[in-house]
């Protein structure tokens, strides 16, 4: 029984412990990994009163059995003296045989008390071990949403500060100066360039590629495209077909766009036809005496 009053101070002494813990501990990994390596040490205190409790437990076991031969024993001698004839040796006998049964019967009951209190201290100790254990399970649990708390709250934490516009203006802030590193660096190769002479051998190749190349090389193409390059050169046969017949007034109309041309071209569509009209060979005449 006394055993049992070791488990009830144990169980205070552990309540007591962890409240002490719970008040003075800010890390529960800490405080939990404490509070175990206290329920252990109790536990070890615990088996070590168990342990007594058994220790006694057998001890009177074993006065109950030694008192049980002793009574045991003195019956048999008190039946050798009622053998021997000898009634009053045998009465002294049989008191000692008394003594010891008496004895022994007080061993019984102690003992018989003793091992039914040790089988409940055997079962409050295993309870308390399965406590120990559920407890490791449980610290390992706790401990894992503890460190999933932290997670929480450092990812909450960091949307957190995403959410402030500092950061984005953060990254802005290092955009522009990128911006103006790459514009830092265009410049430099640029006038790198042209201290090496590179501006100016791109010139030459200007100049030796002539001028307007490109420009008449887009402008054959649109005629083309056009088909205005097809057609002049369909006159061109036709004119050739024409022969002689038509050679006096082509050098006629070729006269007057030359007079057209040199007159800075002020001579209108009607002065055109007038001249189309003239007898160009009286013209011709004249010029001749002229000439003489």
């Known amino acids: 029984m006394e055993a049992m009053g070791i488990f009830s101070r144990l169980g205070t002494l552990i309540k ?17 990994t404490q509070v175990l390596l206290e329920m252990q040490q109790q536990l070890v205190e615990a088996k070590k009163a168990v342990a007594v409790a058994i220790a006694d437990e057998k001890k009177l076991q074993k006065q109950y059995v030694a008192e049980t031969d002793k009574s045991k024993e003195w019956e048999r001698k008190a039946m050798v003296a009622v053998r021997a004839g000898d009634d009053n040796l045998a009465r002294q006998a049989l008191g000692r045989k008394q003594e010891h049964e008496t ?11 003793q091992k039914q209190a040790v089988e409940k201290l055997k079962d409050a100790l295993r309870l308390l071990n399965n406590k120990i254990e559920e407890a490791k399970r449980k610290k390992n649990i706790l401990i894992a949403r503890k460190k999933r708390a932290e997670a929480q709250q450092q990812i909450a934490n960091t949307m957190q500060g995403l959410g402030d516009t500092s950061a984005f203006d953060t990254f802005d802030r290092m955009a522009e100066r990128i911006q103006l590193m790459e514009a830092e660096a265009e410049a430099g190769a640029e006038l790198a360039g042209e201290l090496s002479g590179d501006t100016l051998e791109s010139k030459f190749l200007q100049l030796e590629q002539g ?17 205005v390059l097809g057609a002049g050169k369909s006159e061109s ?5 024409a022969g002689p017949k038509n050679e006096a007034k082509s050098k006629g109309d070729d006269d007057l766009g030359a007079a057209s041309t040199s007159m800075g071209g002020s001579l209108t569509a009607e002065d055109l036809k007038e001249l189309e009209d003239l007898d160009l060979s009286e013209l011709d005449g004249s010029k001749e005496a002229k000439k003489a």
Request: net charge negative; proline share 4%.
């Open 16 to 32: 007591s412990n962890i409240n002490d813990l719970i008040t003075k501990a800010e890390d529960p990994e800490k405080m939990l």
């Open 237 to 241: 046969a036709k004119q050739l077909n």
């Open 211 to 227: 001028p307007g190349g490109s420009d008449d090389d887009a402008l054959a193409e649109l005629k083309a495209k056009m088909g």
């Open 103 to 113: 004895i022994s019967t007080q061993f019984q009951q102690q003992w018989i008390q």
